[in-house]
């Protein structure tokens, strides 16, 4: 039977209570990557942890991981070093604090990139040290139905890229909590060293958010039929010697869509295990 590692990114929202209670429903473990403060992005809003700290503190009690996930969503490459650290710290703040206020012990220090740009804009991995096999791979994986601006790989995005990777990993971040995840691709190449947290399926369940409508007439999946066939023929989600970590979305209006497509990868095989 195939497994999963589910993930989801940009809580909390206001339907961050009713994602969670399905998920206890479904005995779905998950890591929660939040957001710190508020932001607006494509005419999506966003309140953060600040704003909203309930739903979060009720995730905590309930066994949800929470994760970092910047305090504003902004590209790392737009931003400074030192910005980027700062968006990083005053989430931890943030995290820490409802942890402390559910009485529980976090975990795991866990972190995802918004936008996956890990410093160095659409070059999340350094594609030109890539094998002929894994290249497209990780591009579909990265870049599918993504309208990247994708700009040469430089020296300076590269230091950027490691500078941050290295300031991760001296705060105690990490990755190793996905274990088992044995695709070439994953453990051959600069992922299986990432301390920030990758993933190996996109649901691009985003792609359906209305907020995002007006942008989205170029994006590659506009239906939820679009989304299960992305399930169907992905040829790494269903294989079951190696787990996935799967990518999902909490946003104000996208809950049909992500239940729909966690109950498709349920019906087609996929088990979603603990972290
Ligand atoms: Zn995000």
Redesign the pocket.
């Known amino acids: 039977m195939p497994q999963a590692y589910l993930t989801i990114?940009?809580s909390p929202t206001r339907d961050t209570d009713k994602l969670v209670d399905f998920l206890v429903e479904q005995e779905i473990p998950a890591v929660l990557?939040c957001i710190g403060g508020a932001y607006e992005e494509l005419g999506l809003q966003c309140e953060g942890m600040e704003v909203m700290p309930d739903p979060i503190v009720r995730a905590i009690e309930r066994g949800f991981i929470i994760g970092n996930?910047t305090y504003t969503?902004q590209r790392a490459n737009d931003l400074t070093l030192e910005q980027e650290i700062e968006e990083i710290e005053k989430t931890e703040a943030q995290i820490e604090k409802l942890y402390k206020r559910a009485g529980k012990t976090r975990p795991h220090k866990l972190f995802r990139f918004?936008?996956i740009d890990r410093g160095a804009a659409a070059n999340v991995l350094d594609f030109s040290k890539l094998s002929a096999a894994d290249e497209p791979v990780l591009k579909e994986l990265f870049w599918s139905g993504l309208c990247v601006d994708i700009q040469p790989q430089t020296e300076a995005l590269l230091e950027k890229k490691n500078k941050l990777q290295a300031y991760l990993k001296r705060e105690g971040f990490t990755a190793d909590i996905f274990k088992g995840v044995t695709f070439p691709w994953y453990t051959d190449t600069e992922m299986a060293e990432a301390v920030d947290n990758l993933y190996t399926f996109s649901t691009a369940d985003w792609m359906l958010n209305p907020d995002f409508k007006p942008h989205s007439k170029d994006w590659t999946y506009q239906s939820l039929d679009a989304l299960k066939g992305k399930i169907d023929s992905d040829p790494w989600l269903h294989r079951d010697d190696s787990k996935n970590i799967v990518l999902m979305?909490d946003h104000n209006k996208l809950f049909d869509t992500f239940k729909a497509l966690v109950l498709h990868m349920k019906s087609k095989g996929v088990e979603f295990i603990s972290i």
Do not use: G, N
Request: glycine share 0%; hydrophobic share 0%.
């Open positions: 990114d940009d990557y996930h969503h918004p936008h979305h």
